[in-house]
């Protein structure tokens, strides 16, 4: 991170939310805070939909809150824009305490500050695409001309130049969502908030939607919470996943955390589905050169970043274990074959010794 | 369990409301008189066929040109069967009552769809609104605002306001969720949510509300009536209560074109303002496309200045019409313009005796005004002070419970004909039945009833309480209740069809003229002496018009006038009773100058 975008660019932190449904919530909050677990306060009839829910989301960072339905991230997204208000707890956003404003204040902060992407898009069927992508400006009170104007930049962002003048019915899904996408964008808004929204489409149209997305990430740098249910989706976008069970926040980290050290037997199944290959680097199999010259050959080499699946690639075709090397060239360290085979089995122990071995030799 | 005097309380609480709150629905009554006044006096102003072509040009902008044309068509019939004004008055009061249904029923289904308690509460109100029979209030509602049109407008209102309400709630509930909160959180206020995304998006649903109480108002026109509220309800009621199948079709009819008109405008002014449903017209065509005649719709901007030429030529026309009704004067003209209301209920004398003092009082300088009311309407009405006087009470007997509720705000001006007499009548071929003492052991022959008339007549009272009981009929004989029109049309049926019948009736009686029938003998004497016809008034209506109150107080009929006046209105036809008497009395010269005497 430069040090000229933390001035610009915002930072959202959650300290401690807690979000119960029912009677007496600030009571449930201190059996909570105590120790008490979701299904004790259910026979009481209330619903604990967020436990102690903590996290920083960095500037420019897209923060991934995956969990399965009911554990609790639609809620925790709902309440980062006070849509819906924290029982406990305090969200932070540009230094400023978003639980401590009125219900005005609140609604300047999201016309202006935070918006929102839709799981099923939500777009208004009675106003144009144009319309609907400058909605967040007529809220604002954007006189027309320049609403219209900043609502087809937005839209031409997202690929949807020259759509402007057709509704949202007339569009497909994927269409429909990068209506929903420039919407959000045409604001200005410094924090998107982005409700499974690519769940409701193709696996082949969702993907395109994710390239999009990390895309014009690079070129607008906005802070992003995504929220899935789709562990795949949220190593490949999230610069942080968080994720979620029963309401808590079982584990925190980078997409190769959670896929080499697991919190829990949970997060563990979880992983079993992921295409290791994709997610995890040749920083995270690499180990220490077996010789010092080991980057000094000619042979193809990777760069820390490169995915394992890519670093298997150029193994096929050099003779010897595969040299990481920085940007500067100097190296890192070096992928032996075997030690991509074990990672990609998911297994931590190494080659054993074999009984053949010696006859082998011998032979 | 014990007895829950809950009518009592009711009773009470009517009472107390009248003496207390009188202000309010005195209020009430101006305010609804003034929209109805003021909306008819636009709608009856035009000449038939031209407000006809305004209503077609409406409609060819709306729904098409063949649209235009049936409305244009529709309209001239009900023009040609001379129901012209009685729809004009009808209209006026379905939107009156359209108009403070929606004022009312849209907030409170805002407010209910935003509030679950409000909902809660409204749920069972909105039921009990919907579901008590008109008829229940309808009385309290003459108690209240008076007769006339105002308790017919009430009553539809709270008939025809359940829909409204629920149908706006549940049009805004049902827009998407998600829909709003996206409003929400691009930071929409709860008033904008409101008005840019939950009342567009519920408009087609709101407009199926107001499309359903528009056509429930017309549903109610018949009960408003009963009320005297006039229009087409009243020319069926009038229908009704003389078996004129054939009036009563004209005014059905009537009712007919203009609830199709209604519904079918309501259904595509929905379209019209909804933006949803623009789109949808747009696109069908755009599919359709070419400019054909066909479907060739005039431009907003062109219908207006249509509408607006028509009814200029209307107002225009209108100015040179000029009223040319004869007028009283000199020492004649005793009543000086000053206004008379009368009642009737919708029986042969009753309707005779009006008419002729309609045409007596006018020709004395007096405005009369003369409406038919449902019996209890009538007597509440009169009690009330807004009818003057009517000259059909059967008394001591028929008509007691009504004069044991009044008589302390009625004045009995006496009897102008008598004796009537109550029977049970056969047609004559049934031949071996001619007294109540036949009766017995022929029940087989009569299906074991006797189809009888209103439960509340004072007659049906006489039949079940004394007449089976002293003649042994109880047990064979059953009383069916039901209405003196569907007594008349059993009757009718019966007597086609040669069946035998046994019905009761009471005489003067124009069945006794229509058909063959037998007054059965009763020689017990248990049906008592007959009733005169009295003529009743309200408190101090004596003593405000002096000379009216002299004059009714000596006004004698003998059988001979009564019948040969009733026969002269059968003859001239409906619509046209005052004609009749003009036409009698020129046949009767010196009559009107006896009952009506001027000191010269």
């Known amino acids: 991170m430069s040090s000229t975008r933390e001035v610009y660019v915002s930072r959202l932190q959650a300290e401690q939310l807690y979000k119960v449904f029912g009677r007496r919530p600030d009571e449930a909050v201190r059996k909570l805070e105590g120790g008490a677990d979701r299904d004790e306060l259910r026979a009481d009839g209330t619903t604990a939909a967020v436990i102690d829910a903590s996290f920083t989301v960095d500037p420019g960072q897209i ?98 130049a020259g759509w402007g ?52 990430q690079k070129r607008l740098k906005k802070t992003i919470v995504f929220i899935t249910h789709d562990l795949n989706e949220a190593m490949r976008l999230g610069d942080k996943i968080a994720v979620m069970r029963d309401g808590r926040i079982v584990q925190l980290g980078t997409a190769e955390d959670i896929l080499l050290t697991p919190a829990n037997d949970y997060v563990a199944s979880f992983i079993q589905d992921v295409d290791r290959s994709r997610v995890l680097t040749a920083l995270s199999v690499m180990t220490t050169p077996h010789r010092p010259d080991a980057g000094d050959c000619d042979c193809e080499s990777v760069l820390a970043d490169t995915p394992v699946a890519d670093v298997c690639t150029v193994a096929a075709r050099v003779p010897h274990p595969v040299a990481v090397k920085d940007a500067d060239g100097s190296l890192l360290g070096v992928v032996p074959q075997e030690r991509l085979i074990a990672f990609l089995g998911d297994d931590k122990q190494g080659p054993a010794v074999c009984s053949m071995e010696e006859v082998a030799t011998h032979a | 369990m014990p007895r829950l005097h809950l009518g009592d309380w009711v009773d009470s609480a009517v009472d107390f409301l009248q003496r207390h709150l009188s202000w309010l629905f005195d209020a009430i009554t101006q305010v609804v008189n003034g929209m109805y006044d003021g909306i008819n006096a636009v709608l009856d102003a035009p000449q038939p066929l031209l407000f006809a072509g305004i209503l077609a040009v409406v409609a060819w902008w709306l729904r098409g040109l063949s649209a235009g044309v049936l409305t244009f068509a529709g309209f001239a019939l009900i023009d040609s069967i001379q129901l012209w004004d009685d729809t004009m008055s009808t209209l006026s009061l379905v939107l009156v009552a359209a108009i403070v249904t929606l004022v009312v029923a849209i907030p409170l289904g805002i407010w209910a769809a935003r509030s679950k308690t409000v909902s809660a509460v409204l749920r069972p109100v909105l039921d009990f ?50 829909l709003v909160e996206a409003a929400e959180a691009f930071g929409t206020t709860p008033r904008n949510t409101l008005v840019r995304v939950q009342l567009p998006l519920a408009l087609p649903t709101i407009m199926a509300g107001i499309n359903q109480v528009i056509m429930l108002s017309l549903s109610m026109v018949v009960i408003a009536g009963m009320a005297g509220g006039g229009g087409l309800g009243g020319a069926v009621y009038r229908a009704i209560g003389n078996v004129d199948i054939g009036l009563g079709f004209e005014a059905g009819i009537s009712i007919v074109v203009l609830a199709m008109y209604l519904d079918r405008m309501t259904g595509a002014l929905s379209r019209q303002v909804s933006p949803l449903g623009r789109r949808a017209l747009a696109k069908a065509k755009a599919a359709t496309g070419g400019l054909r005649i066909w479907n060739y719709r005039p431009q907003p901007a062109v219908a207006v200045v249509g509408v607006v030429v028509l009814a200029l030529v209307a ?169 003196t029109p569907g007594m008349l049309a059993e009757l009718k049926r019966a007597y086609a069809k040669k069946e035998p ?63 040969s006046l009733e026969a002269k209105i059968q003859s001239t036809g409906k619509g046209k009773e005052q004609d009749a008497v003009r036409a009698w009395l020129k046949e009767n010269p010196g009559l009107a100058d006896k009952w009506t005497p001027v000191s010269s």
Do not use: C
């Open chain 1, 63 to 160: 923060f991934v809150v995956m969990g399965l339905s009911g554990s609790g991230k639609s809620t925790l997204l709902r309440m980062l824009n006070g849509l819906l208000e924290p029982t406990a707890g305090r969200v932070l956003f540009d230094g400023q305490d978003l639980t401590s404003l009125s219900a005005r204040e609140m609604r300047t902060v999201r016309s202006s500050k935070i918006s929102m992407v839709f799981q099923h898009f939500a777009l208004f069927p009675h106003r144009s695409v144009l319309e609907n992508a400058a909605y967040g400006l007529e809220v604002q009170g954007v006189p027309r001309a320049e609403r219209e104007k900043r609502a087809a930049e937005a839209l031409e962002l997202t690929g949807l």
């Open chain 1, 165 to 216: 003048d057709s509704w949202p019915d007339e569009l497909s899904g994927g269409m429909q969502q990068r209506v929903g996408l420039a919407r959000a964008l045409a604001t200005d808004a410094d924090l998107l908030l982005m409700d499974e929204s690519f769940s409701a489409l193709d696996p082949l149209i969702r993907r395109d939607m994710q390239d999009q997305l990390l895309e014009l």
């Open chain 2, 129 to 178: 609104m919907q579901t008590m029979p008109a008829m229940v209030y309808l009385i309290p509602g003459i108690i209240f605002f008076g007769v006339g049109v105002v308790p017919g407008i009430i009553a539809t209102i709270v008939f025809s306001l359940p829909p409204g309400v629920r149908m706006t709630e549940l049009g805004i509930r049902q827009v998407d969720g998600e």
């Open chain 2, 315 to 483: 107002g225009g026309m209108n100015m040179f019409g000029s009223s040319n009704e004869a007028t009283a004067s000199g020492a004649k003209d005793v009543g000086k313009g000053k206004k008379i209301s009368l009642g009737y209920i919708p029986w042969d004398e009753g309707v005779a005796s009006t008419f002729l003092w309609k045409e007596l009082l006018e020709r004395r300088g007096f405005t009369v005004d003369a409406r038919q009311y449902e019996a209890g309407a009538l007597y509440t009405g009169m009690a009330g002070g807004q009818i003057d006087f009517e000259t059909d009470s059967w008394l001591p007997t028929t008509h007691a419970q009504y004069w044991a509720k009044y008589k302390d705000k009625l004045e009995d001006m006496g009897s102008w004909y008598g004796p009537t007499s109550l029977e049970l009548s056969v047609p004559s071929y049934v031949k071996d039945v001619n007294s109540l003492d036949d009766l017995k052991g022929k029940g087989a022959e009569f299906q074991n009833r006797i189809v009888g008339i209103e439960p509340s007549a004072g007659e049906t009272g006489i039949l079940k309480d004394k007449i089976l009981k002293e003649y042994g009929l109880d047990g064979e004989y059953k009383v069916v209740d039901g209405s």
């Open chain 2, 501 to 563: 019948i046994v019905v009761p009736l009471w005489s003067p009686h124009w069945a006794y003229n229509t058909y063959d029938l037998k007054k059965l003998k009763d020689p017990k004497g248990v049906w008592g002496k007959g009733d005169g016809v009295h003529t009743l008034a309200r408190k101090g209506f004596a003593s405000d018009n002096a000379e009216v109150g002299t004059w009714l107080k000596n006004f004698k009929m003998d059988e001979k006038q009564l019948t």
